[in-house]
């Protein structure tokens, strides 16, 4: 009876792998304050941008921004390529009819390593964002997004 039983939760447990690995990576919901608390203190560099003349965003800030962003864009990418290797390599360790259980860990390592950099590139970012304001601009930044104002509209 045990044994049966640990047959079909091995069963199931292997049906729900198999759907997370078929699936793989799923995007990230962008951090904000229905998902997030840290999104209730920090800004998102779309934000930013749209009220830049709104907050009186410098010249200096903005180049400043610009770099960050195309800095941090870079990294992501190279990260993401290196998460689908490790997804695909977890996967094809999943795939034998013996698996190796040291080998499949140590897949899965690199795919956390990989999720884990990309979580700190847009927390790292988000840091230098905020550091980079003055609180004034960062008081201007909170009432956009408590109103949930739309960004303005280009002039003509």
Known sequence: MKT??????????????????????????????ENDPLGQLVFPPELVMQHQREIGLTNEQKAFMRGEIQRVTVRFNEIQWQLQDAMEGLSTSMKESSVNEQA????LDKVLDAEREIKRL??????RIKNNLTPEQQSRLQQFKRMGQPPPQPMP
């Open 4 to 33: 049966k039983l640990a047959t079909l939760a091995f069963i199931l447990a292997s049906g729900v792998l198999t759907l997370v690995l078929a699936q793989g990576p799923q995007p990230q919901p962008r951090p904000g304050p």
């Open 122 to 127: 847009h927390i790292g970012l988000a840091v």
């Open 104 to 107: 499949v860990l140590a897949q």
